[in-house]
Structures are given as structure tokens and as C-alpha cells.
């Protein structure tokens, strides 16, 4: 899981020199958002994938296809190349992502598993601190190709560790074949709908009718086809499309109201870039401390209590943040309100994942988890791109240009904007918490659906008995 969450942290440290290297400088932003495309959409193809060849043979494939990925990376000589190893590099992360998933589900039984969720969260909090740390390291001394060819020892290192550890067949007594032409449309959906937020132009609004004319197609196949890639059945069933939303909810809010944290933090606070970059390291924190919290608690209480306690730390935090950066408050006491919002985050996702990994048949625990990751995916994305749409339409307002702002996230000195960007770009980053506070406050009827049918007799029933 480390392979996966360094490449999702700490590549970017190493853009300006990869820029320098092998220039055509406007498809560098590409190297990133194909990654986290191709990711998404390995997701969903790991799902019936491990159903059908169990996880020991999913694991050795996934960290060869990483570790192969890599090293084309580090040989790119030039930026076309760089972003094909890149798209091939996504494959691999979102197919580890869902394996090492899959496979505490396959593994672990229930009283396990959140302790399990809290390492993984673990292994993020750690890379999130010192993965564009290490990036930064390699870049100043061996160069941007570093950063790629690092991941081969770490690979043969989790091989050595892991090879022959998990279980060698897979739950099911049967094979499926591999729903080709679903894999396609759901590639092109995945696509369609993260591009589709990525401005607000009209062809940003033509791509969201192309992603809901792919929908409908990828519905009308999959109730036809006897094996689809990923069963409707496993977003909107009644046990799973609740939990779907409280991950989602979750994870949207609290990427969206922390991405632009250390722009924000650089420009209007005037704070270091060290500073600013490391900012973003307090809701890593919060989420990585309420997981093993989260384990804790659910050695006493039920999943559904944890998910309905975790939802007063998300909205509290969302809603501190937004007043404390309208009125200014302290950097400290706004970093606290950021910690608080990360714990709510660590909470509803660690609970949701144990309902639905309970409820899930060992022979469909794939399919169940990467339909659960893929809509948290999409939230990843949603939240931050629904931000920046909203602070970069503030700026555009008031000031007519929002090319000044946009600048800044290409390490651009915050002293070339006047007084007035500034001031926009605050009242933006505002509307932005805002909006996230309202996506946070979601979680909570999507909690209470969580839980229904676990009543509150039954609740009062176990805090009575864990007192």
C-alpha cells in the first residue's frame, strides 16, 4: 500500500524537473490526472478479477505490473512516453489498492478488520509525511527519475514479505469470463465524469451528457450480461448504497476543503511553502488517529454507532474551518479545525467499510470492495474539483482573471497578485469550505440509512451494555 500512496503524494514534487527535463510543459498536469484515472478505473476491473483468481495470484500480478510500470518511468525520454508509463503506473496503483483491500476482507475476520483499516490508514498518514519529503530528497540529488525507480526495491521488499503469505485460491467454485465491452464503458464513463468537472466550459457540460448517456448504456448492459464487470446490484442495493454515500460523502468533503489549503495558506496567510505544504498533513493526521480509534470502538460497538459518532467531528470540523477562515482566525487554531474534520473522515470511512465488508459474500468480496473504492474515488475527485471550480468562478468574478491564481499552483510567488486577487481568492476559498461543509452535512442522513434497521433500542441496548 505504500507503492500506491507514494505515487498518489509524491510525484508531484517532482513535476518542475520532469518539466525541465523533457519539456512540452502544457501536457505536464497530465502526468498526474492520468494516473488517477487509469487508477479509478482499475478499481473496478481488480473486482472480478480477485473473485476469480483469489489474492495470492492478484498480489503477485499487481506488484509486478507496479514494479514493471516504474522503472518504464524512470527511463521516460520523453513527456508523451512519461504519461503512457504514467497511465500504465494507475493500473498498478488502483490494483493494489483493491487488493490489499479485498484481502483484509478475505483475511481478517470482523473484529480484525478495523484494526487492519487503521494500519492502512496508517501507511497514508506516513507517506503523506514523508513522501514528497523523500521525493524532494531524490529529486535534489539523483534526479526526477528517482522518484520512479525507488518503487523497484520497495516492490521486491513487499514481495520477499508477502509473496506465498495470502490465500492461494480464489472463494469461488466457478471462473467468469472478463466482461470486455463493460470494462470499455465503464472506462469511458469514469473518464467522462471526472473530466467533466474539470472547468466550466461548455464541453465540460457536453461530457456530463456523455457520461449519463454511458451510464444508462453500462445499466442497459449489465442487466443483460450473465457476468458484468461490476453488478448495478452492488451500488444501489439496499445493504451497499448507504455505505456507498457516507465513504463518498466523507471523503469529498474533507479533499475538497483541504486540497487548496496550502494555496490558500501561501497566498493570503503569506506562509512558507515548506509551511504550506506540510499543512495538509493535520487532516492526514486526524484521519490516520480516528481509525485506530475507530478499531478501538468497534471492539465494543457496532459499525452503524461509529459511523453515526464519526459524523460529529466531520460536520464540526467542516464548519469550523469555513467560519475560521471567513474571520480569519489563527493558523494554529485553524489547522486544529482541519484535524477535527480529518477525524471525521477517518471514522465514517473505517465503520462504512466494516458494514459493507460484513455483508459481503467471500465469493463477491472483490466485486463488493472496488465498487465501494470506485465511488470513493469519484469523491476524491468531485470534492476537489467542485472546490476549485468554486474558488477559481470567486475570483473570476470579482477580478475578471483567475489566470493569477491558477499560477500559484505552479509554485508562482504570491507578491505578483495585488490586493484585490487576494481578497477574492480568500472570499473564494470560503465559498469553497462552504460548499464541503454542506457535502459533509450529507453524511449524516446517509449515516442514519446506514443504520437503519438497527434501531435505537438496540443502541441504547449496547452503550448500556459497553457502560
Known amino acids: 500500500m505504500a507503492l500506491a500512496s507514494y505515487n ?39 473486482g472480478p478479477f480477485i473473485d476469480n483468481v483469489g489474492p495470492r495470484r492478484s498480489f503477485e500480478i499487481t506488484l509486478i505490473g507496479m514494479a514493471v510500470s516504474s522503472g518504464l518511468c524512470a527511463i521516460a525520454t520523453s513527456m508523451e512516453m512519461l504519461i503512457f508509463f504514467r497511465m500504465l503506473q494507475g493500473f498498478g496503483t488502483g490494483a493494489i489498492i483493491t487488493t490489499c483491500l479485498t484481502c483484509i476482507g478475505l483475511v481478517f475476520d470482523e473484529k480484525t478488520r478495523p484494526w487492519m483499516y487503521a494500519v492502512m490508514s496508517s501507511v497514508w498518514g ?20 528517482a522518484v520512479f525507480a525507488v518503487n523497484l526495491p520497495v516492490a521486491i521488499a513487499g514481495g520477499i514479505i508477502g509473496w506465498k503469505r495470502l490465500p492461494n485460491k480464489s472463494q469461488r467454485d466457478d471462473t467468469e469470463p472478463m466482461d470486455l465491452l463493460g470494462i470499455v464503458l465503464m472506462s469511458a464513463l469514469t473518464a467522462a465524469l471526472l473530466l467533466a468537472v474539470s472547468d466550466l466550459h461548455w464541453w465540460n457540460i457536453a461530457l456530463a451528457g456523455v457520461g449519463v448517456v454511458l451510464g444508462v448504456g453500462y445499466w442497459l448492459h449489465a442487466r443483460g450480461h ?47 511553502e515548506t509551511a504550506a505544504a506540510f499543512s495538509v498533513l493535520w487532516p492526514t493526521i486526524g484521519w490516520t488517529t480516528a481509525a485506530w480509534i475507530s478499531g478501538k470502538l468497534q471492539q465494543h460497538l457496532r459499525p452503524q454507532i461509529v459511523a453515526i459518532i464519526g459524523t460529529i467531528p466531520l460536520t464540526t470540523g467542516a464548519a469550523l474551518t469555513t467560519i475560521f477562515v471567513w474571520r480569519e482566525v489563527s493558523e494554529a487554531l485553524l489547522l486544529g479545525a482541519f484535524f477535527v474534520l480529518g477525524c471525521g473522515i477517518g471514522f465514517l470511512t473505517t465503520s462504512a467499510l466494516a458494514v459493507l465488508q460484513s455483508q459481503a459474500a467471500m ?17 476524491f475527485a468531485y470534492g476537489a474539483q467542485i472546490a476549485g471550480l468554486v474558488i477559481f468562478a470567486v475570483v473570476e468574478s470579482r477580478t475578471g482573471d483567475a489566470e493569477g491564481v491558477r499560477e500559484l499552483l505552479g509554485d508562482t510567488s504570491s507578491s505578483n497578485l495585488d490586493l484585490s486577487t487576494l481578497e477574492a481568492l480568500a472570499a473564494g476559498y470560503t465559498g469553497a469550505l462552504l460548499a464541503m461543509t454542506i457535502i459533509c452535512a450529507l453524511a449524516i442522513p446517509a449515516t442514519l440509512a446506514l443504520a437503519h434497521g438497527y434501531n435505537v433500542d438496540q443502541i441504547s441496548q449496547d452503550l448500556v451494555n459497553d457502560a
Open 226 to 272: 450473465p457476468w458484468p464487470v461490476v453488478r448495478t446490484a452492488h451500488f444501489t442495493g439496499e445493504q451497499w448504497w448507504s455505505v456507498h454515500l457516507v465513504g463518498t460523502f466523507a471523503v469529498a468533503g474533507g479533499t475538497g476543503a483541504s486540497v487548496f489549503l496550502p494555496l490558500y495558506l501561501r497566498a493570503v496567510r503569506d506562509a512558507s
Open 363 to 379: 465469493t463477491e468480496m472483490g466485486r463488493v470492495s472496488s465498487a465501494h473504492q470506485f465511488v470513493r474515488s469519484l469523491g
Open 8 to 46: 498518489n503524494l509524491a510525484v508531484t514534487a517532482a513535476l518542475p524537473n520532469i518539466g525541465d527535463d523533457l519539456g512540452n510543459v502544457s501536457l505536464l498536469p497530465w502526468v498526474v490526472t492520468v494516473e488517477l484515472l487509469t487508477a479509478a478505473i482499475a478499481v473496478l476491473v481488480m
Open 126 to 145: 506516513l507517506m503523506g509525511l514523508g513522501g514528497p519529503a523523500i521525493a524532494a530528497v531524490l529529486v535534489s540529488t539523483l534526479g526526477w527519475r
